[in-house]
């Protein structure tokens, strides 16, 4: 059984919208957790990276929580743009494992005009 | 940050051939990771690649299957053997950045005939 799992599998949304992703995981003890963003023919590009000690992260549009006690984490896009479309992967790091990140299965966040 | 380049990005291939993938890095790395993305489903990392020394690989994975080179600090290879449609995947190399990043290659995309 995956460690990391995402929902929703995909989402659509108009233009100009938010959304929020969600992120479960039962990796334990963990050092951080990222989400990734993955454009159709690219590798992932980190969005956020959070400590097991942070609640929040934000870099520009994108807002990453993190609740440690019930092992949820979430990205929120806010006013979203067409070039938002992508998959977006949530990873967790183990602790005595570097190298060995548990991927999720990531969602597909289609954005449209 | 880093940049990675792979070759080829794509290609199709016939059953029973091999495929070497290149990764290219700008700078000098210790380690490098590749890494599977089989479609809709999570990255599963495939080995671990020091330079100077034989490739670690994960639990499904063998060397006569996929063998590894890492000549110096700035490139490896992945060969994928004996192919069968099965091996249809994006292909991914890694490396670690400063403060617990990583960085993903463009990934190369292969289709098994």
């Known amino acids: 059984k995956n460690q990391v799992e995402q929902s929703p599998q995909s989402l659509i949304i108009l233009e100009g919208k938010n959304c929020t992703l969600q992120c479960n995981y039962t990796v334990s003890p963990f050092s951080n957790l990222r989400w990734y963003k993955q454009d159709t023919g690219r590798g992932p590009v980190s969005l956020t990276i959070m400590t097991f000690s942070e609640n929040t992260k934000s870099n520009g549009r994108y807002t990453a929580t993190l609740d440690a006690d019930t092992k949820q984490s979430s990205l929120h896009i806010t006013a979203s743009q067409l070039s938002d479309s992508a998959s977006y992967i949530c990873v967790v790091i183990p602790t005595d494992s570097w190298g060995k990140f548990q991927f999720g299965a990531g969602t597909q966040v289609v954005v449209t005009p | 940050s880093a940049v990675i380049s792979q070759k080829p990005s794509r290609d199709i291939c016939q059953r029973g051939t091999s495929l070497t993938i290149q990764c290219q890095v700008d700078?000098?790395?210790?380690?490098m990771f590749w890494y599977r993305q089989q479609p809709g489903q999570s990255l599963t990392l495939i080995a671990t690649a020091n330079q100077g020394s034989e490739a670690t690989y994960e639990s499904g994975f063998v060397i006569d299957k996929f063998p590894i080179s890492r000549p110096n600090l700035t490139f490896s290879t992945l060969t994928v053997s004996n192919m069968s449609p099965e091996d249809s995947s994006i292909y991914l190399c890694?490396?670690?950045?400063?403060?617990?990043?990583?960085?993903f290659g463009p990934g190369t995309r292969l289709t098994v005939l």
């Open positions: 890694s490396v670690d950045g400063a403060y617990n990043e990583q960085f």
């Open positions: 700078s000098q790395v210790t380690m």
